[in-house]
Nanobody, 123 residues
Framework: HLVESGGGLVQPGGSLRLSCKIS????????LGWFRQPPEKEREFVAS????????YNLATVKGRFTVSRVNAENTGYLQMHNLKSDDTAVYYC??????????????????WGRGTQVTVPS
């Protein structure tokens, strides 16, 4: 299973690094995705990375502020977030696919999900 950590309250312009610790049965060599669900809105794609390090981003959301990474030997994925804004307030989820392949942007492609970690950026 997957466990996110690193969320919290951060002032506008601040940074956070989210972590996603994944059980060995579901991580390697699968694709890792990050999604978020703002209050009263639908869940949206943030970023994805495959085993080889290829990445994909929701450019309209990230705008160069976020970086996705992973350390395969540690079965851990990361989402580094800089210059956070109030619009980034959301529950952030990590997810893994059941297959290897290219980074993916659709939540239906990920059968394994964490419980989420709250990120709050006050306005």
């Amino acid at each position: 299973h997957l466990v996110e950590s690193g969320g919290g309250l951060v002032q506008p312009g601040g940074s956070l690094r989210l972590s996603c610790k994944i059980s060995t049965e579901t991580f390697t060599p699968y694709v890792l995705g990050w999604f978020r669900q703002p209050p009263e809105k639908e869940r949206e794609f943030v970023a994805s990375i495959n085993y080889s390090g290829e990445t994909a981003y929701n450019l309209a959301t990230v705008k160069g502020r976020f970086t996705v990474s992973r350390v395969n030997a540690e079965n851990t994925g990361y989402l580094q977030m800089h210059n956070l804004k109030s619009d980034d307030t959301a529950v952030y989820y990590c997810a893994t696919s059941g297959l290897s392949g290219r980074p993916m942007a659709h939540d239906y492609e990920y059968p394994y999900w964490g419980r989420g970690t709250q990120v709050t950026v006050p306005s």
